[in-house]
């Protein structure tokens, strides 16, 4: 490794990692790994995938079992849900939460936050500083 490749190497390490995650044109969210127990369904990587959307796990839980129809709970970094579903099916289901409450329609960009200003809540995102008004989930 010559002294430039090391230079390049010690600045990138010092770059925090969800920066890259974060700031790629595409946008990386792992699958959904779900077991059906019994009449259960467990969405055993919960907490990772909210992690990346960066948003609260109530409102993506909220989101998810309103589509599905079914009743959800948050236990530990897991999401329970009543009924068998498939790991496609709630991939689907955050590919479109990610469509309506992540991506910025006007930049494509998942650098947002949820904004809640007199009533109406706004997709504001950091990236081009669209303010959107989206529908609560
Ligand atoms: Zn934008």
């Known amino acids: 490794m010559d002294e430039y490749d090391k230079l390049l190497d010690r600045a990138r390490s010092q770059v925090p ?18 077991m059906v127990q019994g009449n259960r369904s467990i969405w055993q990587n919960f907490q990772e995938i909210i992690n990346v959307l960066n948003r609260p796990g109530r409102e993506v839980l909220k989101f998810v079992s309103g589509q599905l129809g079914t009743a959800g709970i948050m236990e530990g970094s897991q999401a329970l849900f009543n009924g068998k579903f498939t790991a496609e099916l709630l991939d689907e289901l955050v590919n479109r939460y990610i469509d309506s409450y992540v991506i910025c329609p006007v930049c494509t960009r998942p650098d947002t936050e949820i904004h809640k200003e007199s009533g109406v809540y706004l997709l504001v995102c950091s990236a081009c500083g669209a303010r959107t008004a989206i529908r609560p989930v």
């Open 17 to 34: 990692e969800d920066a890259f995650k974060r700031s790629g044109e595409r946008f990386q969210v792992p699958d959904v790994q779900l």
